[in-house]
C-alpha cells in the first residue's frame, strides 16, 4: 500500500503559475507510472499528465500543452505538475496517482491507476 500526498494549490488569477507536488510514502519503482488529473465541478475526472518513473515516456493532455510540465524527484519521491500561464479553465481539484501496471509508455487512462491521493484544490480567477 502506498500513500500519495498532494501539495502546493491554492488561489492564483490568470497567467500566473502554480507548482504541484506529490510525494509518495514508499519507493517508487522505475517501471511505474506517476500520473496527474483532475476534476472540475460537475465534470468528469480528467488525464493531465504522465510519467514513467524511469523517464522513458511522458505525456501531457493537449488541453496543456505548451502550459504544464510533468517531472520527478527520485531523492525525494516526488513528482511535480509545473503549471504556468493558468487559465479559469485550469479551475479543478488535481489528482496523483500511481499506476502498477507494467509497459514501455505511461497511461493515460484513470482505470489503468491503481492509487490515488487525495487531490489538492486549483482555482484560478479571471
Known amino acids: 500500500q502506498v500513500q500519495l500526498v498532494e501539495s502546493g494549490g491554492g488561489l492564483v488569477q490568470a497567467g500566473d503559475s502554480l507548482r504541484l507536488s506529490c510525494a509518495a510514502s514508499v519507493r517508487i519503482f522505475h517501471t511505474y507510472s506517476m500520473g496527474w488529473f483532475r476534476q472540475a465541478p460537475g465534470k468528469e475526472r480528467e488525464f493531465v499528465a504522465c510519467?514513467?518513473?524511469?523517464?522513458?515516456?511522458?505525456s501531457l493532455a493537449d488541453s496543456v500543452k505548451g502550459r504544464f510540465s510533468i517531472s520527478r524527484d527520485s531523492s525525494k519521491n516526488t513528482v511535480n505538475l509545473q503549471m504556468n500561464s493558468l487559465e479559469p479553465e485550469d479551475t479543478a481539484v488535481y489528482y496523483c496517482a500511481q499506476s502498477r501496471l507494467y509497459g514501455s509508455v505511461c497511461y493515460r487512462a484513470i482505470g489503468e491507476y491503481d492509487y490515488w491521493g487525495q487531490g489538492t484544490q486549483v482555482t484560478v480567477s479571471s
Open positions: 510519467t514513467k518513473w524511469d523517464g522513458a515516456s511522458t
